[in-house]
């Protein structure tokens, strides 16, 4: 099984004691048009990075790199935590929506060609795989190491990460924005045609659905339990247990757009105002942190990584 931390994506969490009350003490995000980090132990958005179209952000295993699915360039970007590119890949012909890096430093990209796309650690790519037939919203790495994806084919697809061929194919039966895995071999999607959640098995097969009480979800993740975490229409972040029980929802009081979960369950959620809910375990609300300007957070990650997708 692949450790934890280099699979999932989202908000940047480094070592010490953080001003959530949790492990993270610095925010990474994403946010109007730039990528921006924001210091919890301070409650300062301590530096922009880099000015970007860019809708989602993850960042690899060591810590030390972001990578960015630019939305208005059609490109893959790999900074350094400065902000200073290093490699910039567009092979992808249309919009870029998500974004993930696995163990290794290999890259993997999705977008409205209606690709996914594996890279190397250098930006090369390495295989396309065009099974999808509309645009594909996102991207997951599951615990075997291969490829989660959904879009607006309504489909949730396995990819063999080692040679970008289908391994499986399910029928969502909604058209999908986000997706998820867990350490299990199961993983989660959503889409925007109704307010559910699917849960799908190792084999791709049905294991339960979720109604949320938002319009619909548009950001999901785990945390090491296996616990679901969904947001998304209608202001509600909802913590969901393994066997799709609601543990608590909580009214954020605006549209959400991304969420994360640091190493103490944590949680962090971006919304429309360009706001962060910080929420502890129990879903009891513990600050605010508002970034400068305001705009929607489309995207978050902490650094045990877990996934951050864009939502419409």
């Known amino acids: 099984m692949i450790e934890k931390k280099n699979y999932f994506a989202a908000a940047q969490i480094l070592a010490g004691g953080g001003g959530g009350g949790g492990s993270a003490t610095t925010l990474y995000g994403v946010k109007d048009d730039r990528l921006f980090s924001y210091d ?9 990075l880099v000015t970007t179209t860019s809708l989602n952000v993850f960042m690899d295993a060591d810590s030390t790199n972001l990578f960015t ?24 012909t249309s919009f ?9 430093g290999n890259v993997y990209s999705c977008a409205s060609d209606n690709t996914v796309r594996k890279m190397n ?5 390495q295989w396309t ?6 645009d594909v919203y996102a991207v997951a790495i599951d615990d075997a190491g291969d490829v989660i994806s959904t879009g607006l084919d309504s489909t949730v697809r396995k990819i063999n990460s080692g040679t970008g061929v289908q391994t499986w194919s399910y029928a969502l039966g909604n058209r999908g924005i986000a ?9 989660f999607a959503c889409g925007i045609d109704n307010n559910n959640v699917t849960k799908i098995d190792s084999s791709g097969s049905f294991v339960w659905n979720f109604t949320t009480s938002s319009n619909y979800a548009r950001a999901l993740t785990c945390d090491n339990d296996g616990n679901l975490y969904t947001a998304g229409r209608g202001q509600r972040v909802h913590k969901v247990d393994t066997s799709g029980s609601e543990v608590w929802n909580y009214n954020v009081g605006a549209d959400c757009y991304s969420v994360a979960v640091d190493l103490n369950n944590f949680v962090y959620v971006g919304d429309s105002l360009g706001d ?6 129990s879903g009891t609300f513990v600050k605010t942190i508002t970034t400068s300007g305001g705009g929607i957070v489309f995207s978050l990650v902490t650094n045990d990584l877990r996934v951050p997708v864009f939502r419409p």
């Open 40 to 48: 919890l132990d301070t409650d300062t958005e301590d530096f922009n």
């Open 69 to 92: 699915a630019t939305f208005g360039d059609n490109e893959v970007e790999k900074f350094d935590l400065t902000g200073s590119n290093i490699w910039t890949n567009t092979d992808h």
């Open 96 to 104: 870029v929506r998500g974004v993930i890096v696995d163990a290794s």
């Open 121 to 125: 650690s250098a930006g090369v790519n």
């Open 129 to 134: 795989n065009t099974d999808h037939t509309d």
């Open 179 to 187: 997706v998820c895995c867990d350490d299990s071999g199961n993983s």
């Open 276 to 281: 962060i809910t910080v929420l502890d375990d």
